[in-house]
């Protein structure tokens, strides 16, 4: 039976992952932090299928000791401080958790485990002010943010392990893929977890920034499986995940407010605050080399994603309006 080791396992793309593996009989490990309460919502379905380890990207040691108990042939490096905005204020705790995490990640395993596959998570973020569209794995990176910036590190860091070490050790460079698993902080959730408060009316405005911005987004239940082709193949590679496709935000709340039958112009304010200090205005993934090479393609369109999204938020409000206390009735 494989072994795979994966950190960030709760959240969206962990979550995925792991049921993707577990689907392929693989024994999953999940890198769990030793000082957080445990989020296992993405992960109802299958936590008691999932072997739990304690460890943190921030402390080698522990590390170390997840790889030794674990015995990967696979390693997903998927944890990172990953919103954007947060690393503007929290550069240091950025930097230390999503590019010098995976120096320790990627030490515990050459000193452990070297023969293990490793897999880095890197963001189309690290291109930044771009410098050519499409993006491809030979753009030269221009990032825009402390969490550009440190993804940036963590791709070479991997480069360089490959070189130095022999490692097989890769970076699959996605671009925007989202879910109904997101965090309510990303822009998409953040869309359509308001457009299913103000259909059901317990929400009236949503504040949004740059309508403008231009993203490629696809679906995170599609990336993660390209993460395992790419620990599939002869020799280590890096690779552009995308659907080769641009929206922009403001497309986005067309069609999240569409659907549930409402005109976005009425509900969406626009706040200054919300605009990043230094924007990220286009990025366009071109994913040639990863349909001829790997034989990977998106499969679950921009719009179906959106939808599914707003009715998997609509559901939750339902819940959350149903599991409110009613008032005293007065006599």
């Known amino acids: 039976m494989r072994r795979a080791l994966i950190t960030g396992i709760t959240g969206q793309d962990g979550s995925y992952l792991a049921e993707f593996l577990l689907s392929k009989g693989y024994k999953v490990y999940g890198l769990r932090r030793r000082t957080s309460t445990p989020n296992y919502e993405n992960l109802e379905a299958v936590k008691d299928d999932i072997e739990w380890l304690s460890g943190d990207l921030t402390d080698l040691a522990s590390l170390i000791g997840a790889v030794h108990l674990s015995e990967p042939h696979e390693v997903y490096n998927l944890a990172a401080q990953s919103f954007v905005e947060t690393s503007w204020p929290q550069p240091l705790l950025t930097g230390q958790i999503t590019a010098l995490g995976v120096t320790n990640?990627?030490?515990?395993?050459?000193?452990?485990?070297?023969?293990?596959?490793?897999?880095?998570?890197?963001?189309?973020?690290?291109?930044g002010k771009v410098v050519e569209t499409p993006q491809k794995e030979t753009t030269p990176f221009y990032p825009r943010s402390p969490y550009g910036a440190s993804k940036v590190y963590?791709?070479?860091?991997?480069?360089?392990?490959?070189?130095?070490?022999?490692?097989?050790?890769?970076?699959?460079?996605?671009?925007?893929?989202?879910?109904?698993?997101?965090?309510?902080?990303?822009?998409?959730?953040?869309?359509?977890?308001?457009?299913?408060?103000?259909?059901?009316?317990?929400?009236?405005?949503l504040r949004m920034g740059n309508l403008e911005a231009k993203r490629d987004w696809g679906f995170a239940g599609d990336y993660v499986k390209a993460m395992w082709l790419m620990l599939q193949q002869e020799a280590a590679e890096d690779y552009v995940i995308a659907t080769g496709e641009t929206r922009t935000v403001r497309e986005l709340l067309q069609i999240a407010f569409h659907y549930v039958g409402l005109n976005y112009e009425d509900y969406v304010t626009i706040d200054p605050k919300l605009f990043r200090p230094a924007e990220v205005d286009l990025l366009l993934g071109d994913c040639h080399k990863a349909k001829t090479k790997l034989g990977w393609k998106p499969e679950v369109s921009f719009e179906e994603m959106i939808r599914m999204m707003v009715d998997s938020d609509l559901r939750k409000v339902e819940w959350e309006i149903k599991k409110r206390p009613r008032p005293l009735a007065v006599h």
């Open 105 to 127: 990640l990627l030490e515990a395993v050459r000193i452990v485990q070297p023969t293990a596959r490793f897999y880095q998570a890197s963001s189309s973020e690290m291109f």
């Open 154 to 205: 963590g791709h070479w860091i991997t480069v360089n392990y490959r070189e130095s070490f022999d490692m097989f050790a890769c970076s699959g460079i996605l671009f925007n893929h989202e879910s109904p698993r997101r965090g309510i902080e990303f822009v998409t959730r953040k869309v359509t977890d308001a457009v299913a408060r103000i259909k059901l009316g317990v929400q009236d405005k």
